[in-house]
């Protein structure tokens, strides 16, 4: 079953040229597709549109077997797409790292210790427990990563948008990073640059230039 297709997609910034100029793409259940491609070749403007946060000129978002125009559609899109900014500045907004994680789970409708439930679970499968209660806005860069992953997790996505994932990771924690993403259920879109990390993780996808995806060799 096809999860998400993009049909034709075209995108123009104002006072700027086409960026996407008839883009497709098509993920399935439990299926892991890289995009690579040049420095804003487009790729972060692509999958902001898979979820609605920029409408395409033209072309057709089809999420979970439905075409998707409308505010109200993408909600539900974003209830069930975890997206990865490449700026955990972007995702992060709460005093703690508890209730970032919990900030989801609440909003699904969780009561308070369900969530706090959610948070415990999370971050002990992600080996991460000891950040539990550190202000936020203190982490390191790679820590913020690994704790936006886990906001995201914690609301139990059918697809994950991965945008530069590795970005500000240490070995070590790239290493626990790749575990954990080799552990999930959820079918992937992942952005990177690093050609060992999408063999690793999503070795079939497409590159991104001029416009146009062309599926990778
Ligand atoms: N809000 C914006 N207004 C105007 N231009 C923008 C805006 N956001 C992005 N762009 C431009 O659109 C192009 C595509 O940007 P995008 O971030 O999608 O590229 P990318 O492929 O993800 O790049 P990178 O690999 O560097 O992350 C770039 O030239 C960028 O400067």
Do not use: W
């Not at 999420?63 to 974003?78: I, L, P």
């Not at 936006?148 to 139990?156: F, I, S, Y």
Request: aromatic content about 4%.
């Amino acid at each position: 079953m096809s999860l998400l297709e993009l049909h034709d997609i075209t995108f123009a910034y104002p006072a700027h040229g086409l960026t996407l100029n008839g883009a497709c793409l098509r993920l399935g259940a439990g299926e892991r597709l890289s995009i690579t491609g040049p420095n804003g070749a487009g790729k972060s403007t692509l999958l902001k549109i898979a979820v609605g946060l920029l409408r395409p000129a033209s072309g057709r978002v089809v999420a979970f077997g439905q075409d998707r125009r409308t505010e109200a559609d993408f909600t539900e899109v974003r209830r069930r797409i975890g997206y990865v900014f490449q700026d955990p500045d972007d995702q992060l907004f709460c005093p703690t790292v508890a209730e970032d994680i919990a900030f989801g789970p609440l909003n699904l409708g969780k009561s308070k210790e369900e969530a706090l439930a959610i948070v415990d679970s999370i971050l002990g499968r992600m080996h991460l427990s000891h950040l539990r209660d550190r202000i936020t806005h203190h982490l390191s860069g790679g820590e913020k990563r690994l704790v936006t992953l886990a906001t995201v997790l914690a609301m139990d996505p059918d697809i994950l948008i991965l945008d530069e994932p590795t970005n500000a990771l240490d070995i070590e924690n790239e290493a626990r990073l790749l575990e954990i993403l080799q552990s999930l259920p959820q079918a992937i879109l992942l952005i990177s640059h690093s050609a060992d990390f999408r063999e690793k993780i999503a070795p079939c996808g497409y590159r991104l230039a001029d416009g146009v995806l062309t599926p990778l060799d």
